[in-house]
């Protein structure tokens, strides 16, 4: 891959900027007058790369996408191992898979899916990507024989369906143990549906 244009530098710094005034601020009251501000440049420069807040947006939805296609890292120069679709399910499961987006941007941005038809695109190119990539780690896998899961596209997205609901439903949970309890018990499902056992966690107890 090439060098990034000037351009393309420009357009990152300032999505970075966007994401972290949106996060503390909340999207609806994020406007490219205090993106500048932060940035301490004129507005004008903003609008040079980004003729209105939608255009910014969707360049911010993209920058999701690249954030969790993170979790899919191959550690082994060999190629795929059983670890690795191990510790990528763990992380699926993880506070640090959780952190890599804010949860209320990402579901305002959800919201504004049923609204506008290109958010909506973009959103189901996000979560097609990730089934898809697990889906890959997961065929890798079984033509190594590691594991025998008789289809890997379906597994895959039950896994999501698991990461998708968990996230959802315990985005309303204040209570840390019981957060902590429920998603270690999703995960250890997660590895029931692929015939495996986590990597770092012992048996965990049914969740109540």
């Given at each position: 891959m090439?060098?990034?244009?000037l351009k393309e530098t420009r357009q990152q710094e300032i999505v970075k900027i966007f994401y972290k005034v949106a996060k503390k601020e909340g999207y609806e009251n994020t406007s490219i007058a205090k993106i500048a501000k932060v940035m301490d440049i004129n507005p004008s420069l903003i609008i040079h790369y980004f003729e209105t807040k939608e255009d910014l947006t969707y360049a911010l939805i993209d920058y999701i996408l690249e954030r969790y296609l993170l979790i899919y890292t191959i550690k082994h120069k060999g190629g795929m191992t059983l670890e690795d679709l191990q510790r990528t399910v763990e992380m699926l499961f993880s506070k640090k898979w959780n952190l890599l987006f804010d949860d209320g941007l990402f579901y305002t941005f959800y919201a504004l899916a049923f609204r506008e038809k290109k958010i909506k695109v973009k959103y189901k190119t996000i979560l097609d990507s990730l089934r898809s990539a697990l889906a890959g780690m997961i065929e890798s896998c079984n033509e190594k024989k590691l594991i025998q899961v008789e289809n890997p596209q379906v597994t895959a997205d039950l896994i999501f369906v698991l990461v998708d609901g968990a996230?959802?439903?315990?985005?309303?949970e204040d209570d840390k143990k019981a957060y902590d309890d429920r998603l270690d018990y999703y995960q250890a499902m997660a590895f029931k549906i692929l015939g495996m056992k986590?990597?770092?966690?012992?048996?965990?107890?049914?969740?109540?």
């Open positions: 090439g060098r990034k244009s996230y959802f439903y315990l985005s309303l986590p990597l770092l966690l012992a048996d965990l107890p049914a969740a109540t």
